[in-house]
């Protein structure tokens, strides 16, 4: 067989299902044995989008996520993604064509030294200079890719050597279970948590991607120790729970830091440096446990004074074995938290009925629409601190944001992504009109596939939330402004259905129609920021700690 042939089966064996990106000619002869495979090529408009998609797919199968690239300017478009993936800890390669490398006769035309380029956003990178090494790179590129922290791999494709023949057959495909922590790790741990007042836990960003969830729920339900969780480790464990103190949307300053602040221990699970710290340490200030898959990466605001590590769930297991509620612990402070934050973050302006809608209201329409399995796929604005902060997930990975790299253009193609991999499920992409104008051609990719897929555009015609933070740090308004399409005429230019808010309790029953009806519609909801300040530059500065 052709060593592109090899290349899929390997794929194939791996369990690959689909491939996203945009083939060049450089990659004809993959393509031609794509076209025999079992394996879906999926047709983006864009190398980035292609990346998030299969990222995406990673993030939420835990299986390793395949885009396609040309070389040059197509692999080049891979970067993003790709920081996306490794930031993120999303399990994905990224497969990129390449001139012949024996024999060429366009010199330096298109050439890019994309393996070195991709050296600093990957976990793995090689060019396969011979055939026969295909089965062994493609084996240990997806074993370094699902291994925790999972992340992005990369493989790149010379066409003479894509089109040699080879006589070589897929590696076995192994699983690697992680082992627990050790006894004494779990007793010191047992012991922290015991001595505390106020222990607190949280759950962050792993939790999300490594079966945790039930061993979560376990530990609290068990302990009754009170949890939050960051923006990426929302829905981890429901946060309909009692114990539940939300999310930390915001650095810092808000009703939910008030018991962080009170803590006098933080047991955190899954944490990882590269989302942005829920909570920073001090010296003198609260003990933390580190309990994750790896050490801790000590930093000026995190160094934990113990670490437990290994199976996030199995240790989490171990530990409420290990515990034993204590008459010592004080809740009663978080409690009062609590009934602040259902006051002013879950109650507070949700049923605001003035016009254009203000994010309170937005969040609580769109909860109210969403069952507990549909997922959103937000994009990167100001939106996102709105959702992650007010908005309650029921389920694990059911609120898709990026908080580590935080790109803006990754929330329409991190839907399609979410929507292919659960087609049963409501997928809703929320997109501010700056993030959604960055990959706005994908519409044309959800309804080619014939996706079932709403698109909700939150209109401000700026980028709000630089705006929020220029007006935080006492500057005007410059150089955010900007205008664009009719988004009604733009999207059914690509055959989906669009409709425009013009009223308070319209956005509810538009979803409800899109979610009966099917196919791929958008819908422009006006947004009113001047809660932006109202909330986060006024009444939580305002706010006091002593409940």
């Known amino acids: 067989m052709k060593t592109s042939d090899l290349l899929v089966r390997c794929l194939e064996n791996e369990g690959v299902e689909y491939v996203f990106g945009i083939p060049g000619e450089e990659n004809l002869d993959f393509l031609e044995s794509l076209r025999h495979s079992d394996i879906e090529l999926i047709l983006t408009r864009h190398e980035q989008a292609a990346g998030f998609m299969a990222a995406t797919v990673g993030r939420l ?103 040699e023949e080879v006589d ?6 192994t699983r690697v279970l992680p082992p627990g922590a050790s006894p004494d790790a779990i007793l010191k741990a047992a012991e922290m948590i015991q001595a505390a007042k106020r222990p607190l836990l949280l759950v962050a960003s792993a939790c999300n991607r490594n079966n945790s969830s039930p061993a979560l729920r376990d530990f609290v339900d068990r302990t009754g120790i009170y949890f939050f969780s960051t923006q990426m480790g929302k829905g981890a464990v429901d946060e309909r729970h009692p114990r539940c103190l939300g999310t930390a949307a915001l650095s810092d300053g808000d009703y939910l830091h008030c018991a962080i602040e009170r803590s006098d221990l933080i047991i955190n699970v899954g944490h990882d440096v590269s989302e942005k710290p829920p909570f920073i340490m001090y010296q003198g200030g609260q003990k933390v446990i580190h309990l994750s898959y790896f050490q801790a990466e000590m930093d000026d605001v995190y160094f934990p004074q113990h670490e437990v590590i290994g199976c996030t769930a199995t240790n989490m297991r171990m530990l409420a074995d290990a515990i034993e509620p204590s008459e010592e612990w004080d809740f009663d402070y978080f409690e009062r938290v609590r009934d602040e934050i259902a006051t002013h973050v879950f109650i507070e302006k949700a049923d605001a009925d003035s016009f254009p809608n203000v994010p309170q209201r937005i969040v609580a329409d769109l909860r109210q629409a969403m069952p507990s399995d549909g997922i959103l796929s937000l994009d990167n604005g100001m939106y996102k601190i709105w959702f992650a902060r007010n908005y309650q997930a029921h389920e694990p990975n059911t609120v898709l944001l990026d908080n580590a790299l935080a ?71 410059y150089g955010l402004d900007f205008g664009n399409p009719d988004f009604i005429d733009y999207a059914r230019s690509y055959g989906a259905q669009a409709v425009r808010i013009a009223r308070t309790g319209q956005l509810i029953e538009e979803m409800e129609r899109a979610f009966e009806t099917g196919g791929v519609h958008l819908i ?24």
């Open 61 to 163: 199968t835990g299986r390793v996520g395949v885009c396609l690239s040309t070389l040059g300017p197509g692999a080049t478009n891979f970067v993003t993604s790709a920081a996306y993936a490794l930031l993120g800890g999303m399990p994905t390669l990224f497969l990129t064509g390449q001139k012949p490398i024996k024999a060429s006769k366009q010199g330096r035309f298109q050439i890019v030294d994309i393996v070195q380029m991709m050296e600093p956003v990957t976990q793995f990178t090689r060019q396969i200079v011979d055939g026969n090494n295909v089965p062994n790179l493609v084996r240990e590129a997806f074993r370094v890719a699902v291994d925790e922290k999972p992340g992005p791999v990369h493989l790149e494709l010379p066409e003479d050597i894509a089109a």
């Open 168 to 173: 070589r057959e897929p590696f076995a495909v």
């Open 407 to 477: 790109t803006m253009g990754a929330g329409l193609p991190a839907a399609i992504g979410a929507k292919i991999v659960h087609p049963e499920r409501n997928v809703v992409a929320i997109c501010g009109d700056g993030g959604f104008m960055m990959n706005s051609q994908e519409m044309e990719t959800a309804v080619r596939l014939g996706l079932d897929l709403v698109v909700i555009v939150l209109r401000d015609d700026g980028y709000g939330m630089i705006k929020w933070k220029q007006a935080g740090s006492g500057f005007p308004v």
């Open 524 to 547: 422009e909801v006006p947004v009113d920021y001047s809660e932006n300040e109202v909330v986060f530059l006024e009444a939580l500065k305002q706010k006091t700690c002593i409940l």
